[in-house]
Antibody, heavy 126, light 109 residues
Framework: EVQLVESGGGLVQPGGSLRLSCAASGFTFSDHYMDWVRQAPGKGLEWVGRTRNKANSYTTEYAASVKGRFTISRDDSKNSLYLQMNSLKTEDTAVYYC?????????????????WGKGTTVTVSS | SSELTQDPAVSVALGQTVRITCQGDSLRSYYASWYQQKPGQAPVLVIYGKNNRPSGIPDRFSGSSSGNTASLTITGAQAEDEADYYCNSRDSSGNHPEVFGGGTKLTVL
């Protein structure tokens, strides 16, 4: 069964740090781009960032709201994705999802996230 | 603010057809993907690419695109289709590499 399981969420004070993990199983993790998406309470989905696969040099991209504070990494030997979050702000409070990325081309490029974890909750509060 | 614009709420009578739209300049160059999210659950992919459905998604869900607008159509809406729907695409503005629309709350009457 293809599965993603996030962990590492919790309560942290503003300015603090937290590291989220995402364990993948049931597919060849190393082949895939992987994304982090978050959802603040009562709000919509917000894309956080992405890591590409080894064939694409593990390059990363980030949303402007987290760039310079968050770092995405992966360990293909452990089928794991990570999100290091530093200098946390109250507005980072959200459920954080990891998702498997897929790409395609049909006149236009397209990217989609076809497998999602259940999410882990991060609360930034004093 | 989102670079993809969706109507906040749409309603449809049971068994009727509803179209949920997503507007943005990036949609002239990239196809959108569509996600369904029910309360307390993770998002689920329902449409990707030109008009592709993942395995397990009913064929009443379809997608289309024209100019700067992508659309998700549900033909013969069912009670279980009541959910939030989000579009997603690459962002061509340069502000954010990837972006979600603000979401549309679909109510099935």
């Amino acid at each position: 069964e293809v599965q993603l399981v996030e962990s590492g969420g919790g309560l942290v004070q503003p300015g603090g740090s937290l590291r989220l993990s995402c364990a993948a199983s049931g597919f060849t993790f190393s082949d895939h781009y992987m994304d982090w998406v978050r959802q603040a309470p009562g709000k919509g989905l917000e894309w956080v960032g992405r890591t590409r696969n080894k064939a694409n040099s593990y390059t990363t991209e980030y949303a402007a709201s987290v760039k310079g504070r968050f770092t995405i990494s992966r360990d293909d030997s452990k089928n794991s994705l990570y999100l290091q979050m530093n200098s946390l702000k109250t507005e980072d409070t959200a459920v954080y999802y990891c998702a498997r990325g897929m790409r395609g081309w049909s006149r236009y490029y397209y990217y989609y996230m076809d497998v999602w974890g259940k999410g882990t909750t991060v609360t930034v509060s004093s | 603010s989102s670079e993809l614009t969706q109507d906040p709420a749409v309603s449809v009578a049971l068994g009727q057809t509803v179209r949920i739209t997503c507007q943005g300049d990036s949609l002239r160059s990239y196809y959108a993907s569509w996600y369904q999210q029910k309360p307390g659950q993770a998002p689920v992919l329902v449409i990707y690419g030109k008009n592709n459905r993942p395995s397990g998604i009913p064929d009443r869900f379809s997608g289309s695109s024209s100019g700067n607008t992508a659309s998700l159509t549900i033909t013969g809406a069912q009670a279980e289709d009541e959910a939030d729907y989000y579009c997603n695409s690459r962002d061509s503005s340069g502000n954010h590499p990837e972006v979600f629309g603000g979401g549309t709350k679909l109510t099935v009457l």
